[in-house]
């Protein structure tokens, strides 16, 4: 789809909370002057109470010691190698070692902050890089990922050291205290942070491209396949090596590794839209198909090709950052980028698709152009609309008919004035590119149609389709509209078990139909947990608690066992707990994993039923 990502956009978005990045190592720079300062002010108000109370120094003396006392403080004497100052460090002893302490911590956050600047600077560069050229788009982001991803993880090691560092001080200066177990917690969540963006550097994410269509092979569509051919020979490009019929609202090419119907194919990989292809009249669809082969032409996906497994890599690493807790920070910055560098790829990819419009219009015509893309505009949006009002019905579906529908409702959809605003506001769907709207498109090629044009264009009955030239294309259809109709049905099934209170007996098998009522029993004999849809219950509580009750669910660790807690709606700290011992179960992961199942049921049913109320 179209970027909806513009600059203002940007800086509110991206730019603002990338800033948190900064914010611990200048919280740990201005505590560690703090806790100087605060040291030095301590010292010398108790040297300052000592020498006045001190009756045998002579008033000059006094006054001596406590000119110099003002003018060096204890923190200048313990950071300083001068042999002035050697007896003045000795006495302070180990107290010098907490300011070391404060100076070097000082350090790191100032690092932190000088590192961040400097990776701000690099990925602002790489960025800009980005809009020359698409040779400077993909060395710039190979450049910005190999960089920034080792800036990522030196940060979230100085963050790391110095959250823990502050989890001992901040209480030790402010309150006199300190609390070993925020200490530790907090050394937990950093070690886990550093693991999780070590770990990510590394992982190479999968790479799948999982395509439901079937392989055309040149024997089941001979004439499409010459035809094909001939088009990238007047275009001077060599032609794809596979070629998938599917039922999609879409066409595209690739050159990544492609899975449809059990196989692996690599190479040039075209897919076309069965359905689609019904509604084009041949010479609409030649300038769909090589408006796809200027992709080919021009480079678009040899580029996609090499730059996904980067992207796929940095969105594995923004995937790491954004769970690893303390690493949030770092995960704004590191989205401000691919974000910057998602603007020039919007800008390039939409440049690419004007530029294989043209193409395609040199070949064929602007006006064959200018009517499959409205008529493959229409027909997403319509098909779109009828998935979005069967999967939002309350009620089971005996058969959903999809294709049934699209096919039955077309024509009233094409006559209304529900076209227009879809197809001025949207853009074609695909699962590579960044289209331009349809406005520009049409404008680029020359053409224009008036929405009287939009609606005579639509009602046409095709007179000559490629799916003719398909041998086995009913058959095709008919199993990839069969497969995707049934799991469009499973999708909606369950999607209605969660949205069901439920308010009546129908209502409510269908429920436990995916929520059954379970049972798990203790280690010892008297000990059962029960749990259904509504509710949750325990033999050592006097009474059940219905999942509308519970505000929290948390586990913690007590005493060697592990607890599921509860803190029910209304009942105070202590009276509105409940607790359910796990490791007394025989399947504690499992009652655990279920209540989590369950309650989300509920949460989802609850949030539904208050859209529902207030849309009404």
């Given at each position: 789809m179209k970027s909806a990502l513009t600059i203002p956009g940007f800086l509110r978005v991206y730019a603002l909370p990338a800033l948190w990045l900064f914010a611990l190592p200048v919280f740990g720079l201005w505590f560690s002057s703090h806790a100087t300062s605060r040291f030095d002010q301590t010292f010398l108000s108790a040297v300052e109470?000592?020498?006045?109370?001190?009756?045998?120094?002579?008033?000059?003396?006094?006054?001596?010691l406590l000119q110099f006392f003002r003018a060096v403080p204890a923190s200048e004497a313990c950071l300083s190698t001068s042999e002035e100052l050697a007896g003045f460090r000795d006495k302070l002893g180990e107290a010098c070692s907490d300011l070391e302490q404060f100076d070097l911590m000082g350090l790191l956050a100032l690092g932190a902050v000088l590192l961040?600047?400097?990776?701000?600077?690099i990925a602002l560069a790489c960025a800009l890089a980005a809009f020359i050229s698409r040779p400077f788009q993909y060395g710039s982001f190979v450049v910005g990922w190999n960089v920034l991803r080792i800036t990522g993880a030196l940060q979230v090691l100085a963050q790391g050291v110095l959250a823990v560092w502050l989890s001992y001080w901040v209480t030790a200066v402010w309150f006199e205290i300190y609390i070993p177990k925020l200490i530790g917690i907090i050394g937990l969540l950093a070690a886990f942070a550093l693991f999780q963006v070590v770990a990510a550097i590394f992982r190479r994410p999968a790479m799948d491209f999982e395509v439901e269509?079937?392989?055309l092979e040149p024997s089941k569509a001979p004439e499409l396949w010459a035809h094909v051919r001939q088009l990238c020979e007047q275009l001077k490009t060599q032609p794809p090596d596979h070629i998938l019929a599917g039922i999609d609202t879409n066409f595209f090419v690739t050159e990544s590794e492609v899975h449809a119907g059990g196989r692996t194919l690599t190479g040039r990989t075209l897919f076309v839209s069965l359905s689609l292809l019904r509604l084009l009249e041949k010479s609409e669809a030649d300038a769909v198909l090589a408006h796809e082969m200027g992709h080919l032409l021009g480079g678009d996906t040899g580029h996609g090709k090499r730059l996904a497994?980067?992207?796929?890599?940095?969105?594995?690493y923004l995937q790491a950052l954004r769970e690893g807790g303390l690493?949030?920070?770092?995960?704004?910055?590191?989205l401000a980028y691919r974000g910057l560098f998602e603007l020039s790829l919007g800008r390039s990819r939409r440049a690419s698709e004007l530029a294989a419009d043209r193409l395609a219009a040199g070949v064929t015509s602007g006006r064959d152009i200018a009517r499959s893309l409205v008529k493959v505009g229409a027909y997403a949006s319509f098909r779109d609309r009828v998935e979005a009002d069967l999967f939002n019905r309350g009620e089971q579906q005996q058969t959903v008919a999809i294709a049934e529908r699209v096919a039955l409702g077309f024509a009233q959809y094409a006559g209304s004035e529900a076209v227009h605003g879809d197809l001025n506001g949207s853009v074609t769907p695909h699962p590579f590119d960044s289209h331009p709207p349809l406005a520009a498109r049409l404008e680029n090629v020359g053409e224009a149609l008036s929405p009287d044009d939009v609606v005579k264009v639509l009602l046409e009955p095709t007179h000559s389709s490629w799916v003719s030239a398909i041998l086995e294309a009913e058959a095709i259809e008919a199993r990839l509209w069969g497969a995707y109709e049934e799991r469009f049905a499973r999708a909606h099934d369950l999607a209605l078990a969660y949205r069901y209170e439920p308010a009546n007996e129908?209502?409510?098998q269908h429920v436990e139909k995916h929520f059954p009522p379970l049972t798990f029993q203790g280690k010892e004999e008297k000990l059962e947990v029960r749990l259904d849809y509504a509710q949750v219950s325990c033999t050592e509580w006097e009474e059940p608690v219905r999942l509308e009750q519970v505000k929290t669910a948390t586990t913690e660790e007590r005493?060697?066992?592990?607890?599921?807690d509860l803190q029910l709606e209304g009942g105070g700290l202590f009276k509105g707990k409940r607790s359910i011992c796990l490791s007394k179960l025989q399947d504690p992961d499992g009652m655990l994993n279920a209540f989590g199942h369950y309650l989300g049921r509920h949460r989802t049913m609850e949030a539904h039923r208050k859209s529902t109320q207030q849309a009404a």
């Open positions: 109470g000592q020498l006045s109370e001190d009756t045998s120094l002579e008033e000059g003396t006094r006054q001596e961040g600047l400097v990776s701000g600077m269509a079937e392989v497994p980067m992207l796929a890599r940095f969105g594995n690493t949030l920070p770092i995960f704004h910055f590191m129908a209502e409510r005493l060697f066992k592990k607890y599921l």
